[in-house]
Structures are given as structure tokens and as C-alpha cells.
């Protein structure tokens, strides 16, 4: 399994992107999909994920509201929506597949190379 992020670059305060999360072969029915993000000199932190059987999605509370996490099943994709964008959302964003309900890292089994997204002040 291999996982391509992409959607990530430079913007604005306010502004907004959508990261896309292509992922190679099948994806099975209880797996999860999951979005983190690390912050120069900070830990990789939780942003959201969804089971792809049920599309049952959970956030990490300080986004909740802004960011949304969806999926395509038939292109293998899930995406990330990014609303009101600030500067402290400036990180490398990861997707990642694990089979379990967690917003643990080390419980994910494939990662995907990153993006890098930027705000601007």
C-alpha cells in the first residue's frame, strides 16, 4: 500500500486548501484513514480521521469546525478540507492507514510522504 499526499502550498490567513490522499490498492472496509501534522519542532499531532466502511469521521477538538475530513471511494481518496487558515496551521501533513480507531500514531501502518502547507500573516 502506498499513500500520495498532495494539495499542500502557500497561503494566506483565511484562506483555504484541500489535501487529497491517493492511496494504491484496495483499501479494505475497516481500515481508517487518517490526517496528522507536524509543526516545525513540534510533535506529529492528531488531525482527523474516518473509517471508510461507515465514513464515521473524528477531529481533534481545537479543529473541529474548520477542517473536514472526507473520502471518494472510488478513486481511493480521501481528502482534507482547510478553512480559515492561520499561521499555527503551518506544517507537513500527513495521511496514514491503520485499522484502528485511534489518534495514536504509532497505531497507523503506512504513511504517506507529506505536504508542506504554509500560512502567511
Known amino acids: 500500500v502506498q499513500l500520495q499526499a498532495s494539495g499542500g502550498g502557500l497561503v494566506q490567513t483565511g484562506g483555504s486548501l484541500r489535501l487529497s490522499c491517493a492511496a494504491s490498492?484496495?483499501?479494505?472496509?475497516?481500515?481508517?484513514m487518517s490526517w496528522f501534522r507536524q509543526a516545525p519542532g513540534k510533535e506529529r499531532e492528531f488531525v482527523a480521521l474516518?473509517?471508510?466502511?461507515?465514513?464515521?469521521?473524528l477531529y481533534t477538538d481545537s479543529l473541529k469546525g474548520r477542517f473536514a475530513i472526507s473520502k471518494d471511494s472510488a478513486k481511493n481518496t480521501v481528502y482534507l478540507q482547510m478553512n480559515n487558515l492561520t499561521p499555527e496551521d503551518t506544517a507537513v501533513y500527513y495521511c496514514?492507514?491503520?485499522?484502528?480507531?485511534?489518534?495514536?500514531?504509532?497505531?497507523?501502518?503506512?504513511w504517506g510522504q507529506g505536504t508542506l502547507v504554509t500560512v502567511s500573516s
Open positions: 496514514a492507514r491503520g485499522t484502528q480507531w485511534t489518534q495514536r500514531a504509532d497505531e497507523y501502518n503506512y
Open positions: 490498492g484496495r483499501i479494505f472496509s475497516s481500515a481508517v
Open positions: 474516518i473509517r471508510w466502511s461507515t465514513s464515521r469521521t
